[in-house]
């Protein structure tokens, strides 16, 4: 569906400083249909370039960008067929009204006369400016103007949506409206390609996932998988019903198991290296030396810890 | 796909025809037409010539008319991509499914849709001029054709400058006006067998042009124009009408290349013109030189127009051509940008040395192009006077040839250095390096020609524009060796431009990342 292939962005160092600054740096890339592909890294780390090289916006230094085996750089017209662009400042015709606005891009994207009209308002519906149709746009709130963005990138059906920081300044309600409106697409059958800076929001809605720093594609691949990956040796939790059973010593004495710290009388964390099932079984063993196991917790990274630990604590 | 059709064009239309500026725009410009004929009229009445005064209001109308499509229109033009870009919109036109020349035409006609409302407004005042002056109707449609095309012509220019210009500021209008000039050209030049060239000559034949071509042979049996609306084309005498027409088309044909070519790009992509374009526009340029050059040159001591000297039409040719061949090449520079997209290409094994002379190659086939086309116009003509010395001529253009090459070769090396405003910069230094040697060698006494030695040529090539004769024979070891130092000049800054360019290739190329190896899910 879309295709990176090392695909690479070059400028000079800001400044007249020497140096070459590598936006994107030879990245290979696979989304197949219906992913919602997240791009996270810090500002910098050449999610954007990328992005605007993926629509055409930007000439990549070299590498080549396929979308439906369609190339972006030679066939632009064609490309644009399949791609639906948001990205991350609110820039409307403010001297148009709302129908107007959504009615040129679906002109514009050569949608066939005769549908036009009905799929103009169908659009203004599904992203709730129904009660705005006329209204000019010059009189709308930003979180209005952001879903009438997302109606010109979705108002020609495209199968794959290009999103550049789509939740950036919208407050928490307007957010939510936004994932949902994103999985609606998704369901529908979109394939999704978003950057973003909210972490919570990626592993909520991205079935996939690339952590990005300095032009490099730290991380990639589906997200339990990134996660499973970068994880390393489990730390588990567990929490006895009541003191008294030397859980500590007990915990030492077990195979794969190593860093035991006490985090109360009845309380303890430690390293596991078994997965799932060595897991449970230390479990039972527990139980059946006399252990009163109350709660066992998976006390891994969320993606946030995760993705702080790869970037090297750059700030996002 | 029509231009009622064309998205662009009708978000423009929607945005600036609201009907409430339109009812007050009729409003306006319906008050003031009868104002405007009242005080005519009047006047005319008060002054006893009555009958004069429908096509003085005529005239009035029709200017007004040019103004406002020329100015307003073009104004309208030159900030509408800028303006795109300032508030961030221009990108999503850009990746729409709508095409180069779709999104150019739309703009094109969109833009200035205002102000062609504004002078259809004016129309019915024209019109009543038209009447009461008793003005030919087909010089009146044709005098609105004239100034509607010349109107667009300037449009198309000033998108274009709209388009080059991605960070707008001073140099939009800046630009507009220099480009814009040649257009304001009053009707009544004799300069060359070409008359008036700007749209106002629309408004001027609608109040007084004829049809009639006329040509009239001079003492020495050699055609010349008679009347103000007839052009000399390549010899003939053609109307002025549809000689402007043409040329108009033609021009706005070129500015259409260019504005399609740019119109989707990357701004730090933009290229005025392929390669293979820009040469076609140099033969462009040289055809209408040719179809117009006037072959008769006034004589002042006999009094009387005499055929033009060889040597007076060589050294015109070689000097415009000169320039535009530097023009083409200054144009044709690649911007580091594209370099590193070469470099990236090529990789250092791959770079040659058709890299390194950029863009030697297609300077030197313009250069051909054009001469064999002033070769064919002039080499047989049995009208011009005089000779020329064929060694000389050869040896001026490639002694030229040498030095604009050299100059680009630094302009491209130049351009390449890392700054904020490299060619800028090549600019100022080249500027100051002619300035400083011309107030050295005038110093020493050696800018008198026939003094001229290899270190006034070396310097200032171009002096090789107009050698003297006997100058040239008693020099000419002289001009032999200023020709290899020019070329090794050439070369020495091709050498630092490969170097540019070499320093771009990636040492070891770069590490894939990460996904390549585990791409995100595989299909």
């Known amino acids: 569906m879309i295709h990176l292939e090392r695909l690479t ?60 085996e369609v190339d972006v750089e030679r066939h632009p017209e064609d490309a644009q067929r ?112 978003v950057t973003t800076h909210i972490l919570s929001d990626v592993e909520e809605i991205c079935t996939s996932v690339g952590i990005m720093e300095k032009g490099h594609l730290l991380r990639c691949g589906p997200l339990e998988t990134v996660m499973q990956e970068a994880r390393g040796p489990r730390r588990v939790g567990i929490r006895l019903a009541a003191p008294g059973f030397a859980l500590v010593q007990w915990l030492g004495a077990q195979p794969g198991v190593s860093g035991v710290t006490s985090a109360g009388a009845a309380e303890a964390e430690f390293t596991f290296s078994g997965d799932d099932a060595g897991t449970a079984e230390l479990v039972r063993q527990l139980v059946a030396a006399g252990g009163p196991v109350c709660g066992v917790q998976d006390a891994g990274e969320t993606f946030e810890q995760l993705y702080a630990r790869l970037s090297n604590g750059e700030t996002m | 796909m029509p231009l009622w059709e064309n998205p662009e064009f009708i978000r423009n239309f929607r945005a600036q025809m609201r009907p409430a500026r339109l009812v007050g725009t009729v409003a306006i410009t319906a008050l003031l037409s009868w104002a405007t004929g009242y005080a005519v009229h009047a006047t005319f009445a008060e002054n006893q010539h ?50 180069p020349i779709e999104l150019t035409l739309g703009k094109l006609f969109g833009a200035p849709i205002y102000f062609y409302f504004l002078a259809a407004c004016l129309l019915p005042a024209a019109l009543v001029g038209a009447v009461a002056g008793h003005i030919g109707w087909t010089n009146f449609l044709a005098g609105l054709g004239i100034m509607l095309v010349g109107t667009i012509v300037v449009h198309a220019l000033a998108l274009l400058v709209s388009l080059l210009s991605p960070r707008g500021g001073t140099g939009v209008p800046a630009a507009l006006f220099v480009l814009l000039l040649p257009f304001l050209a009053l009707p009544g030049q004799d300069q060359s067998d070409l008359k008036s060239t700007g749209p106002w000559a629309g408004v001027m034949f609608a109040a007084e042009g004829s049809w009639q071509t006329q040509a009239k042979l001079d003492w ?56 293979a374009q820009s040469v076609g526009l140099v033969c462009y340029i040289n055809l209408v030189l040719l179809a117009f050059y006037t072959l008769r040159e006034w004589d002042m001591a006999r009094g009387a127009s005499l055929p033009a000297q060889r040597a007076t039409v060589f050294t015109f040719f070689l000097g415009i051509n000169i320039a535009l061949l530097y023009f083409l090449g200054v144009t044709l520079l690649r911007s580091r940008d594209q370099s590193r997209r070469l470099a990236h290409e090529t990789a250092a094994p791959g770079l040659g040395w058709r890299d390194a002379v950029w863009p030697a190659s297609y300077v030197l086939v313009a250069a051909a192009c054009v001469a064999a086309l002033v070769w ?92 003297n004769p006997l100058q040239w024979v008693a020099q000419r070891p002289v001009w032999l060796l200023a020709l290899p130092a020019q070329l090794a000049l050439c070369a020495l800054f091709a050498w630092l431009h490969y170097r540019k360019i070499a320093e771009m290739v990636p040492a070891h190329g770069h590490e894939q990342s990460h996904a390549a190896v585990s791409p995100a899910t595989q299909s």
């Open chain 2, 376 to 467: 064919t116009r002039f080499a047989f003509s049995s009208v011009l006077r005089g000779n020329l010395d064929l060694g000389v001529s050869a040896f001026q253009i490639v002694f030229l040839l040498a030095a604009v090459l050299r100059d680009l070769s630094y302009f491209q090396w130049m351009k390449l250095r890392r700054s904020r405003y490299p060619s800028l910069i090549a600019f100022v230094f080249l500027g100051a390096f002619y300035l400083c040697s011309v107030i050295f060698l005038s110093a020493f006494g050696w800018l008198d020609e026939k003094t001229f030695n290899f270190l006034v040529l070396l310097p200032l090539p171009w002096a090789a524009l107009a050698p």
């Open chain 1, 9 to 68: 962005k070059e400028y000079d160092m800001p400044g007249g400083k020497s140096g070459t600054l590598v936006a994107a740096d030879s990245l290979d890339l696979l989304v197949p249909k219906g992913e919602i592909f997240g791009l996270v890294g810090p500002n910098g780390a050449g999610k954007t370039t990328t992005l605007r090289m993926m629509c055409g916006l930007l000439r990549p230094t070299a590498g080549r960008v396929t979308v439906h």
């Open chain 1, 82 to 193: 399949y791609l639906g662009y948001l990205s991350d400042f609110f820039s409307v015709y403010e001297d148009l009204k709302v129908w107007e606005y959504v009615e040129f891009f679906a002109r514009a994207y050569k949608m066939p006369p005769g549908q036009i009209s009905k799929r103009v308002d169908e659009v203004i519906h599904e992203v709730g400016l129904e009660g705005k149709r006329d209204a000019f746009i010059a009189g709308l709130s930003r979180g209005m103007k952001q879903r009438l963005g997302i109606a010109r990138a979705v108002v020609h059906n495209p199968p794959v949506l290009l999103l550049d920081e789509p939740a950036s300044g919208l407050d928490p309600k307007a957010r939510h409206e936004l994932k949902q409106l994103l999985m609606e697409l998704n369901r529908a059958g979109a394939t999704i390609f």
């Open chain 2, 50 to 99: 009555l009958p004069d005064w429908g096509k003085t209001f005529m005239t009035t109308a029709l200017g007004v008319q040019l103004a406002v499509l020329g100015v307003g229109g073009g104004v309208a033009c030159a900030l509408s991509i800028y303006r795109e870009r300032e508030r961030n919109t221009y990108d999503f036109q850009r990746v729409t499914r709508l095409s």
């Open chain 2, 220 to 275: 020495q049996g050699m055609p010349y124009a008679a009347s103000k609306w007839t052009d000399m084309v390549f010899g003939r005498p053609v109307h002025h009408v549809p000689v402007l027409v043409i040329l108009y088309l033609t021009l706005l044909a070129w500015l259409l290349v260019a504005l399609v070519r740019n119109m989707k790009r990357d701004t730090a992509d933009l290229e005025l013109y392929s390669p």
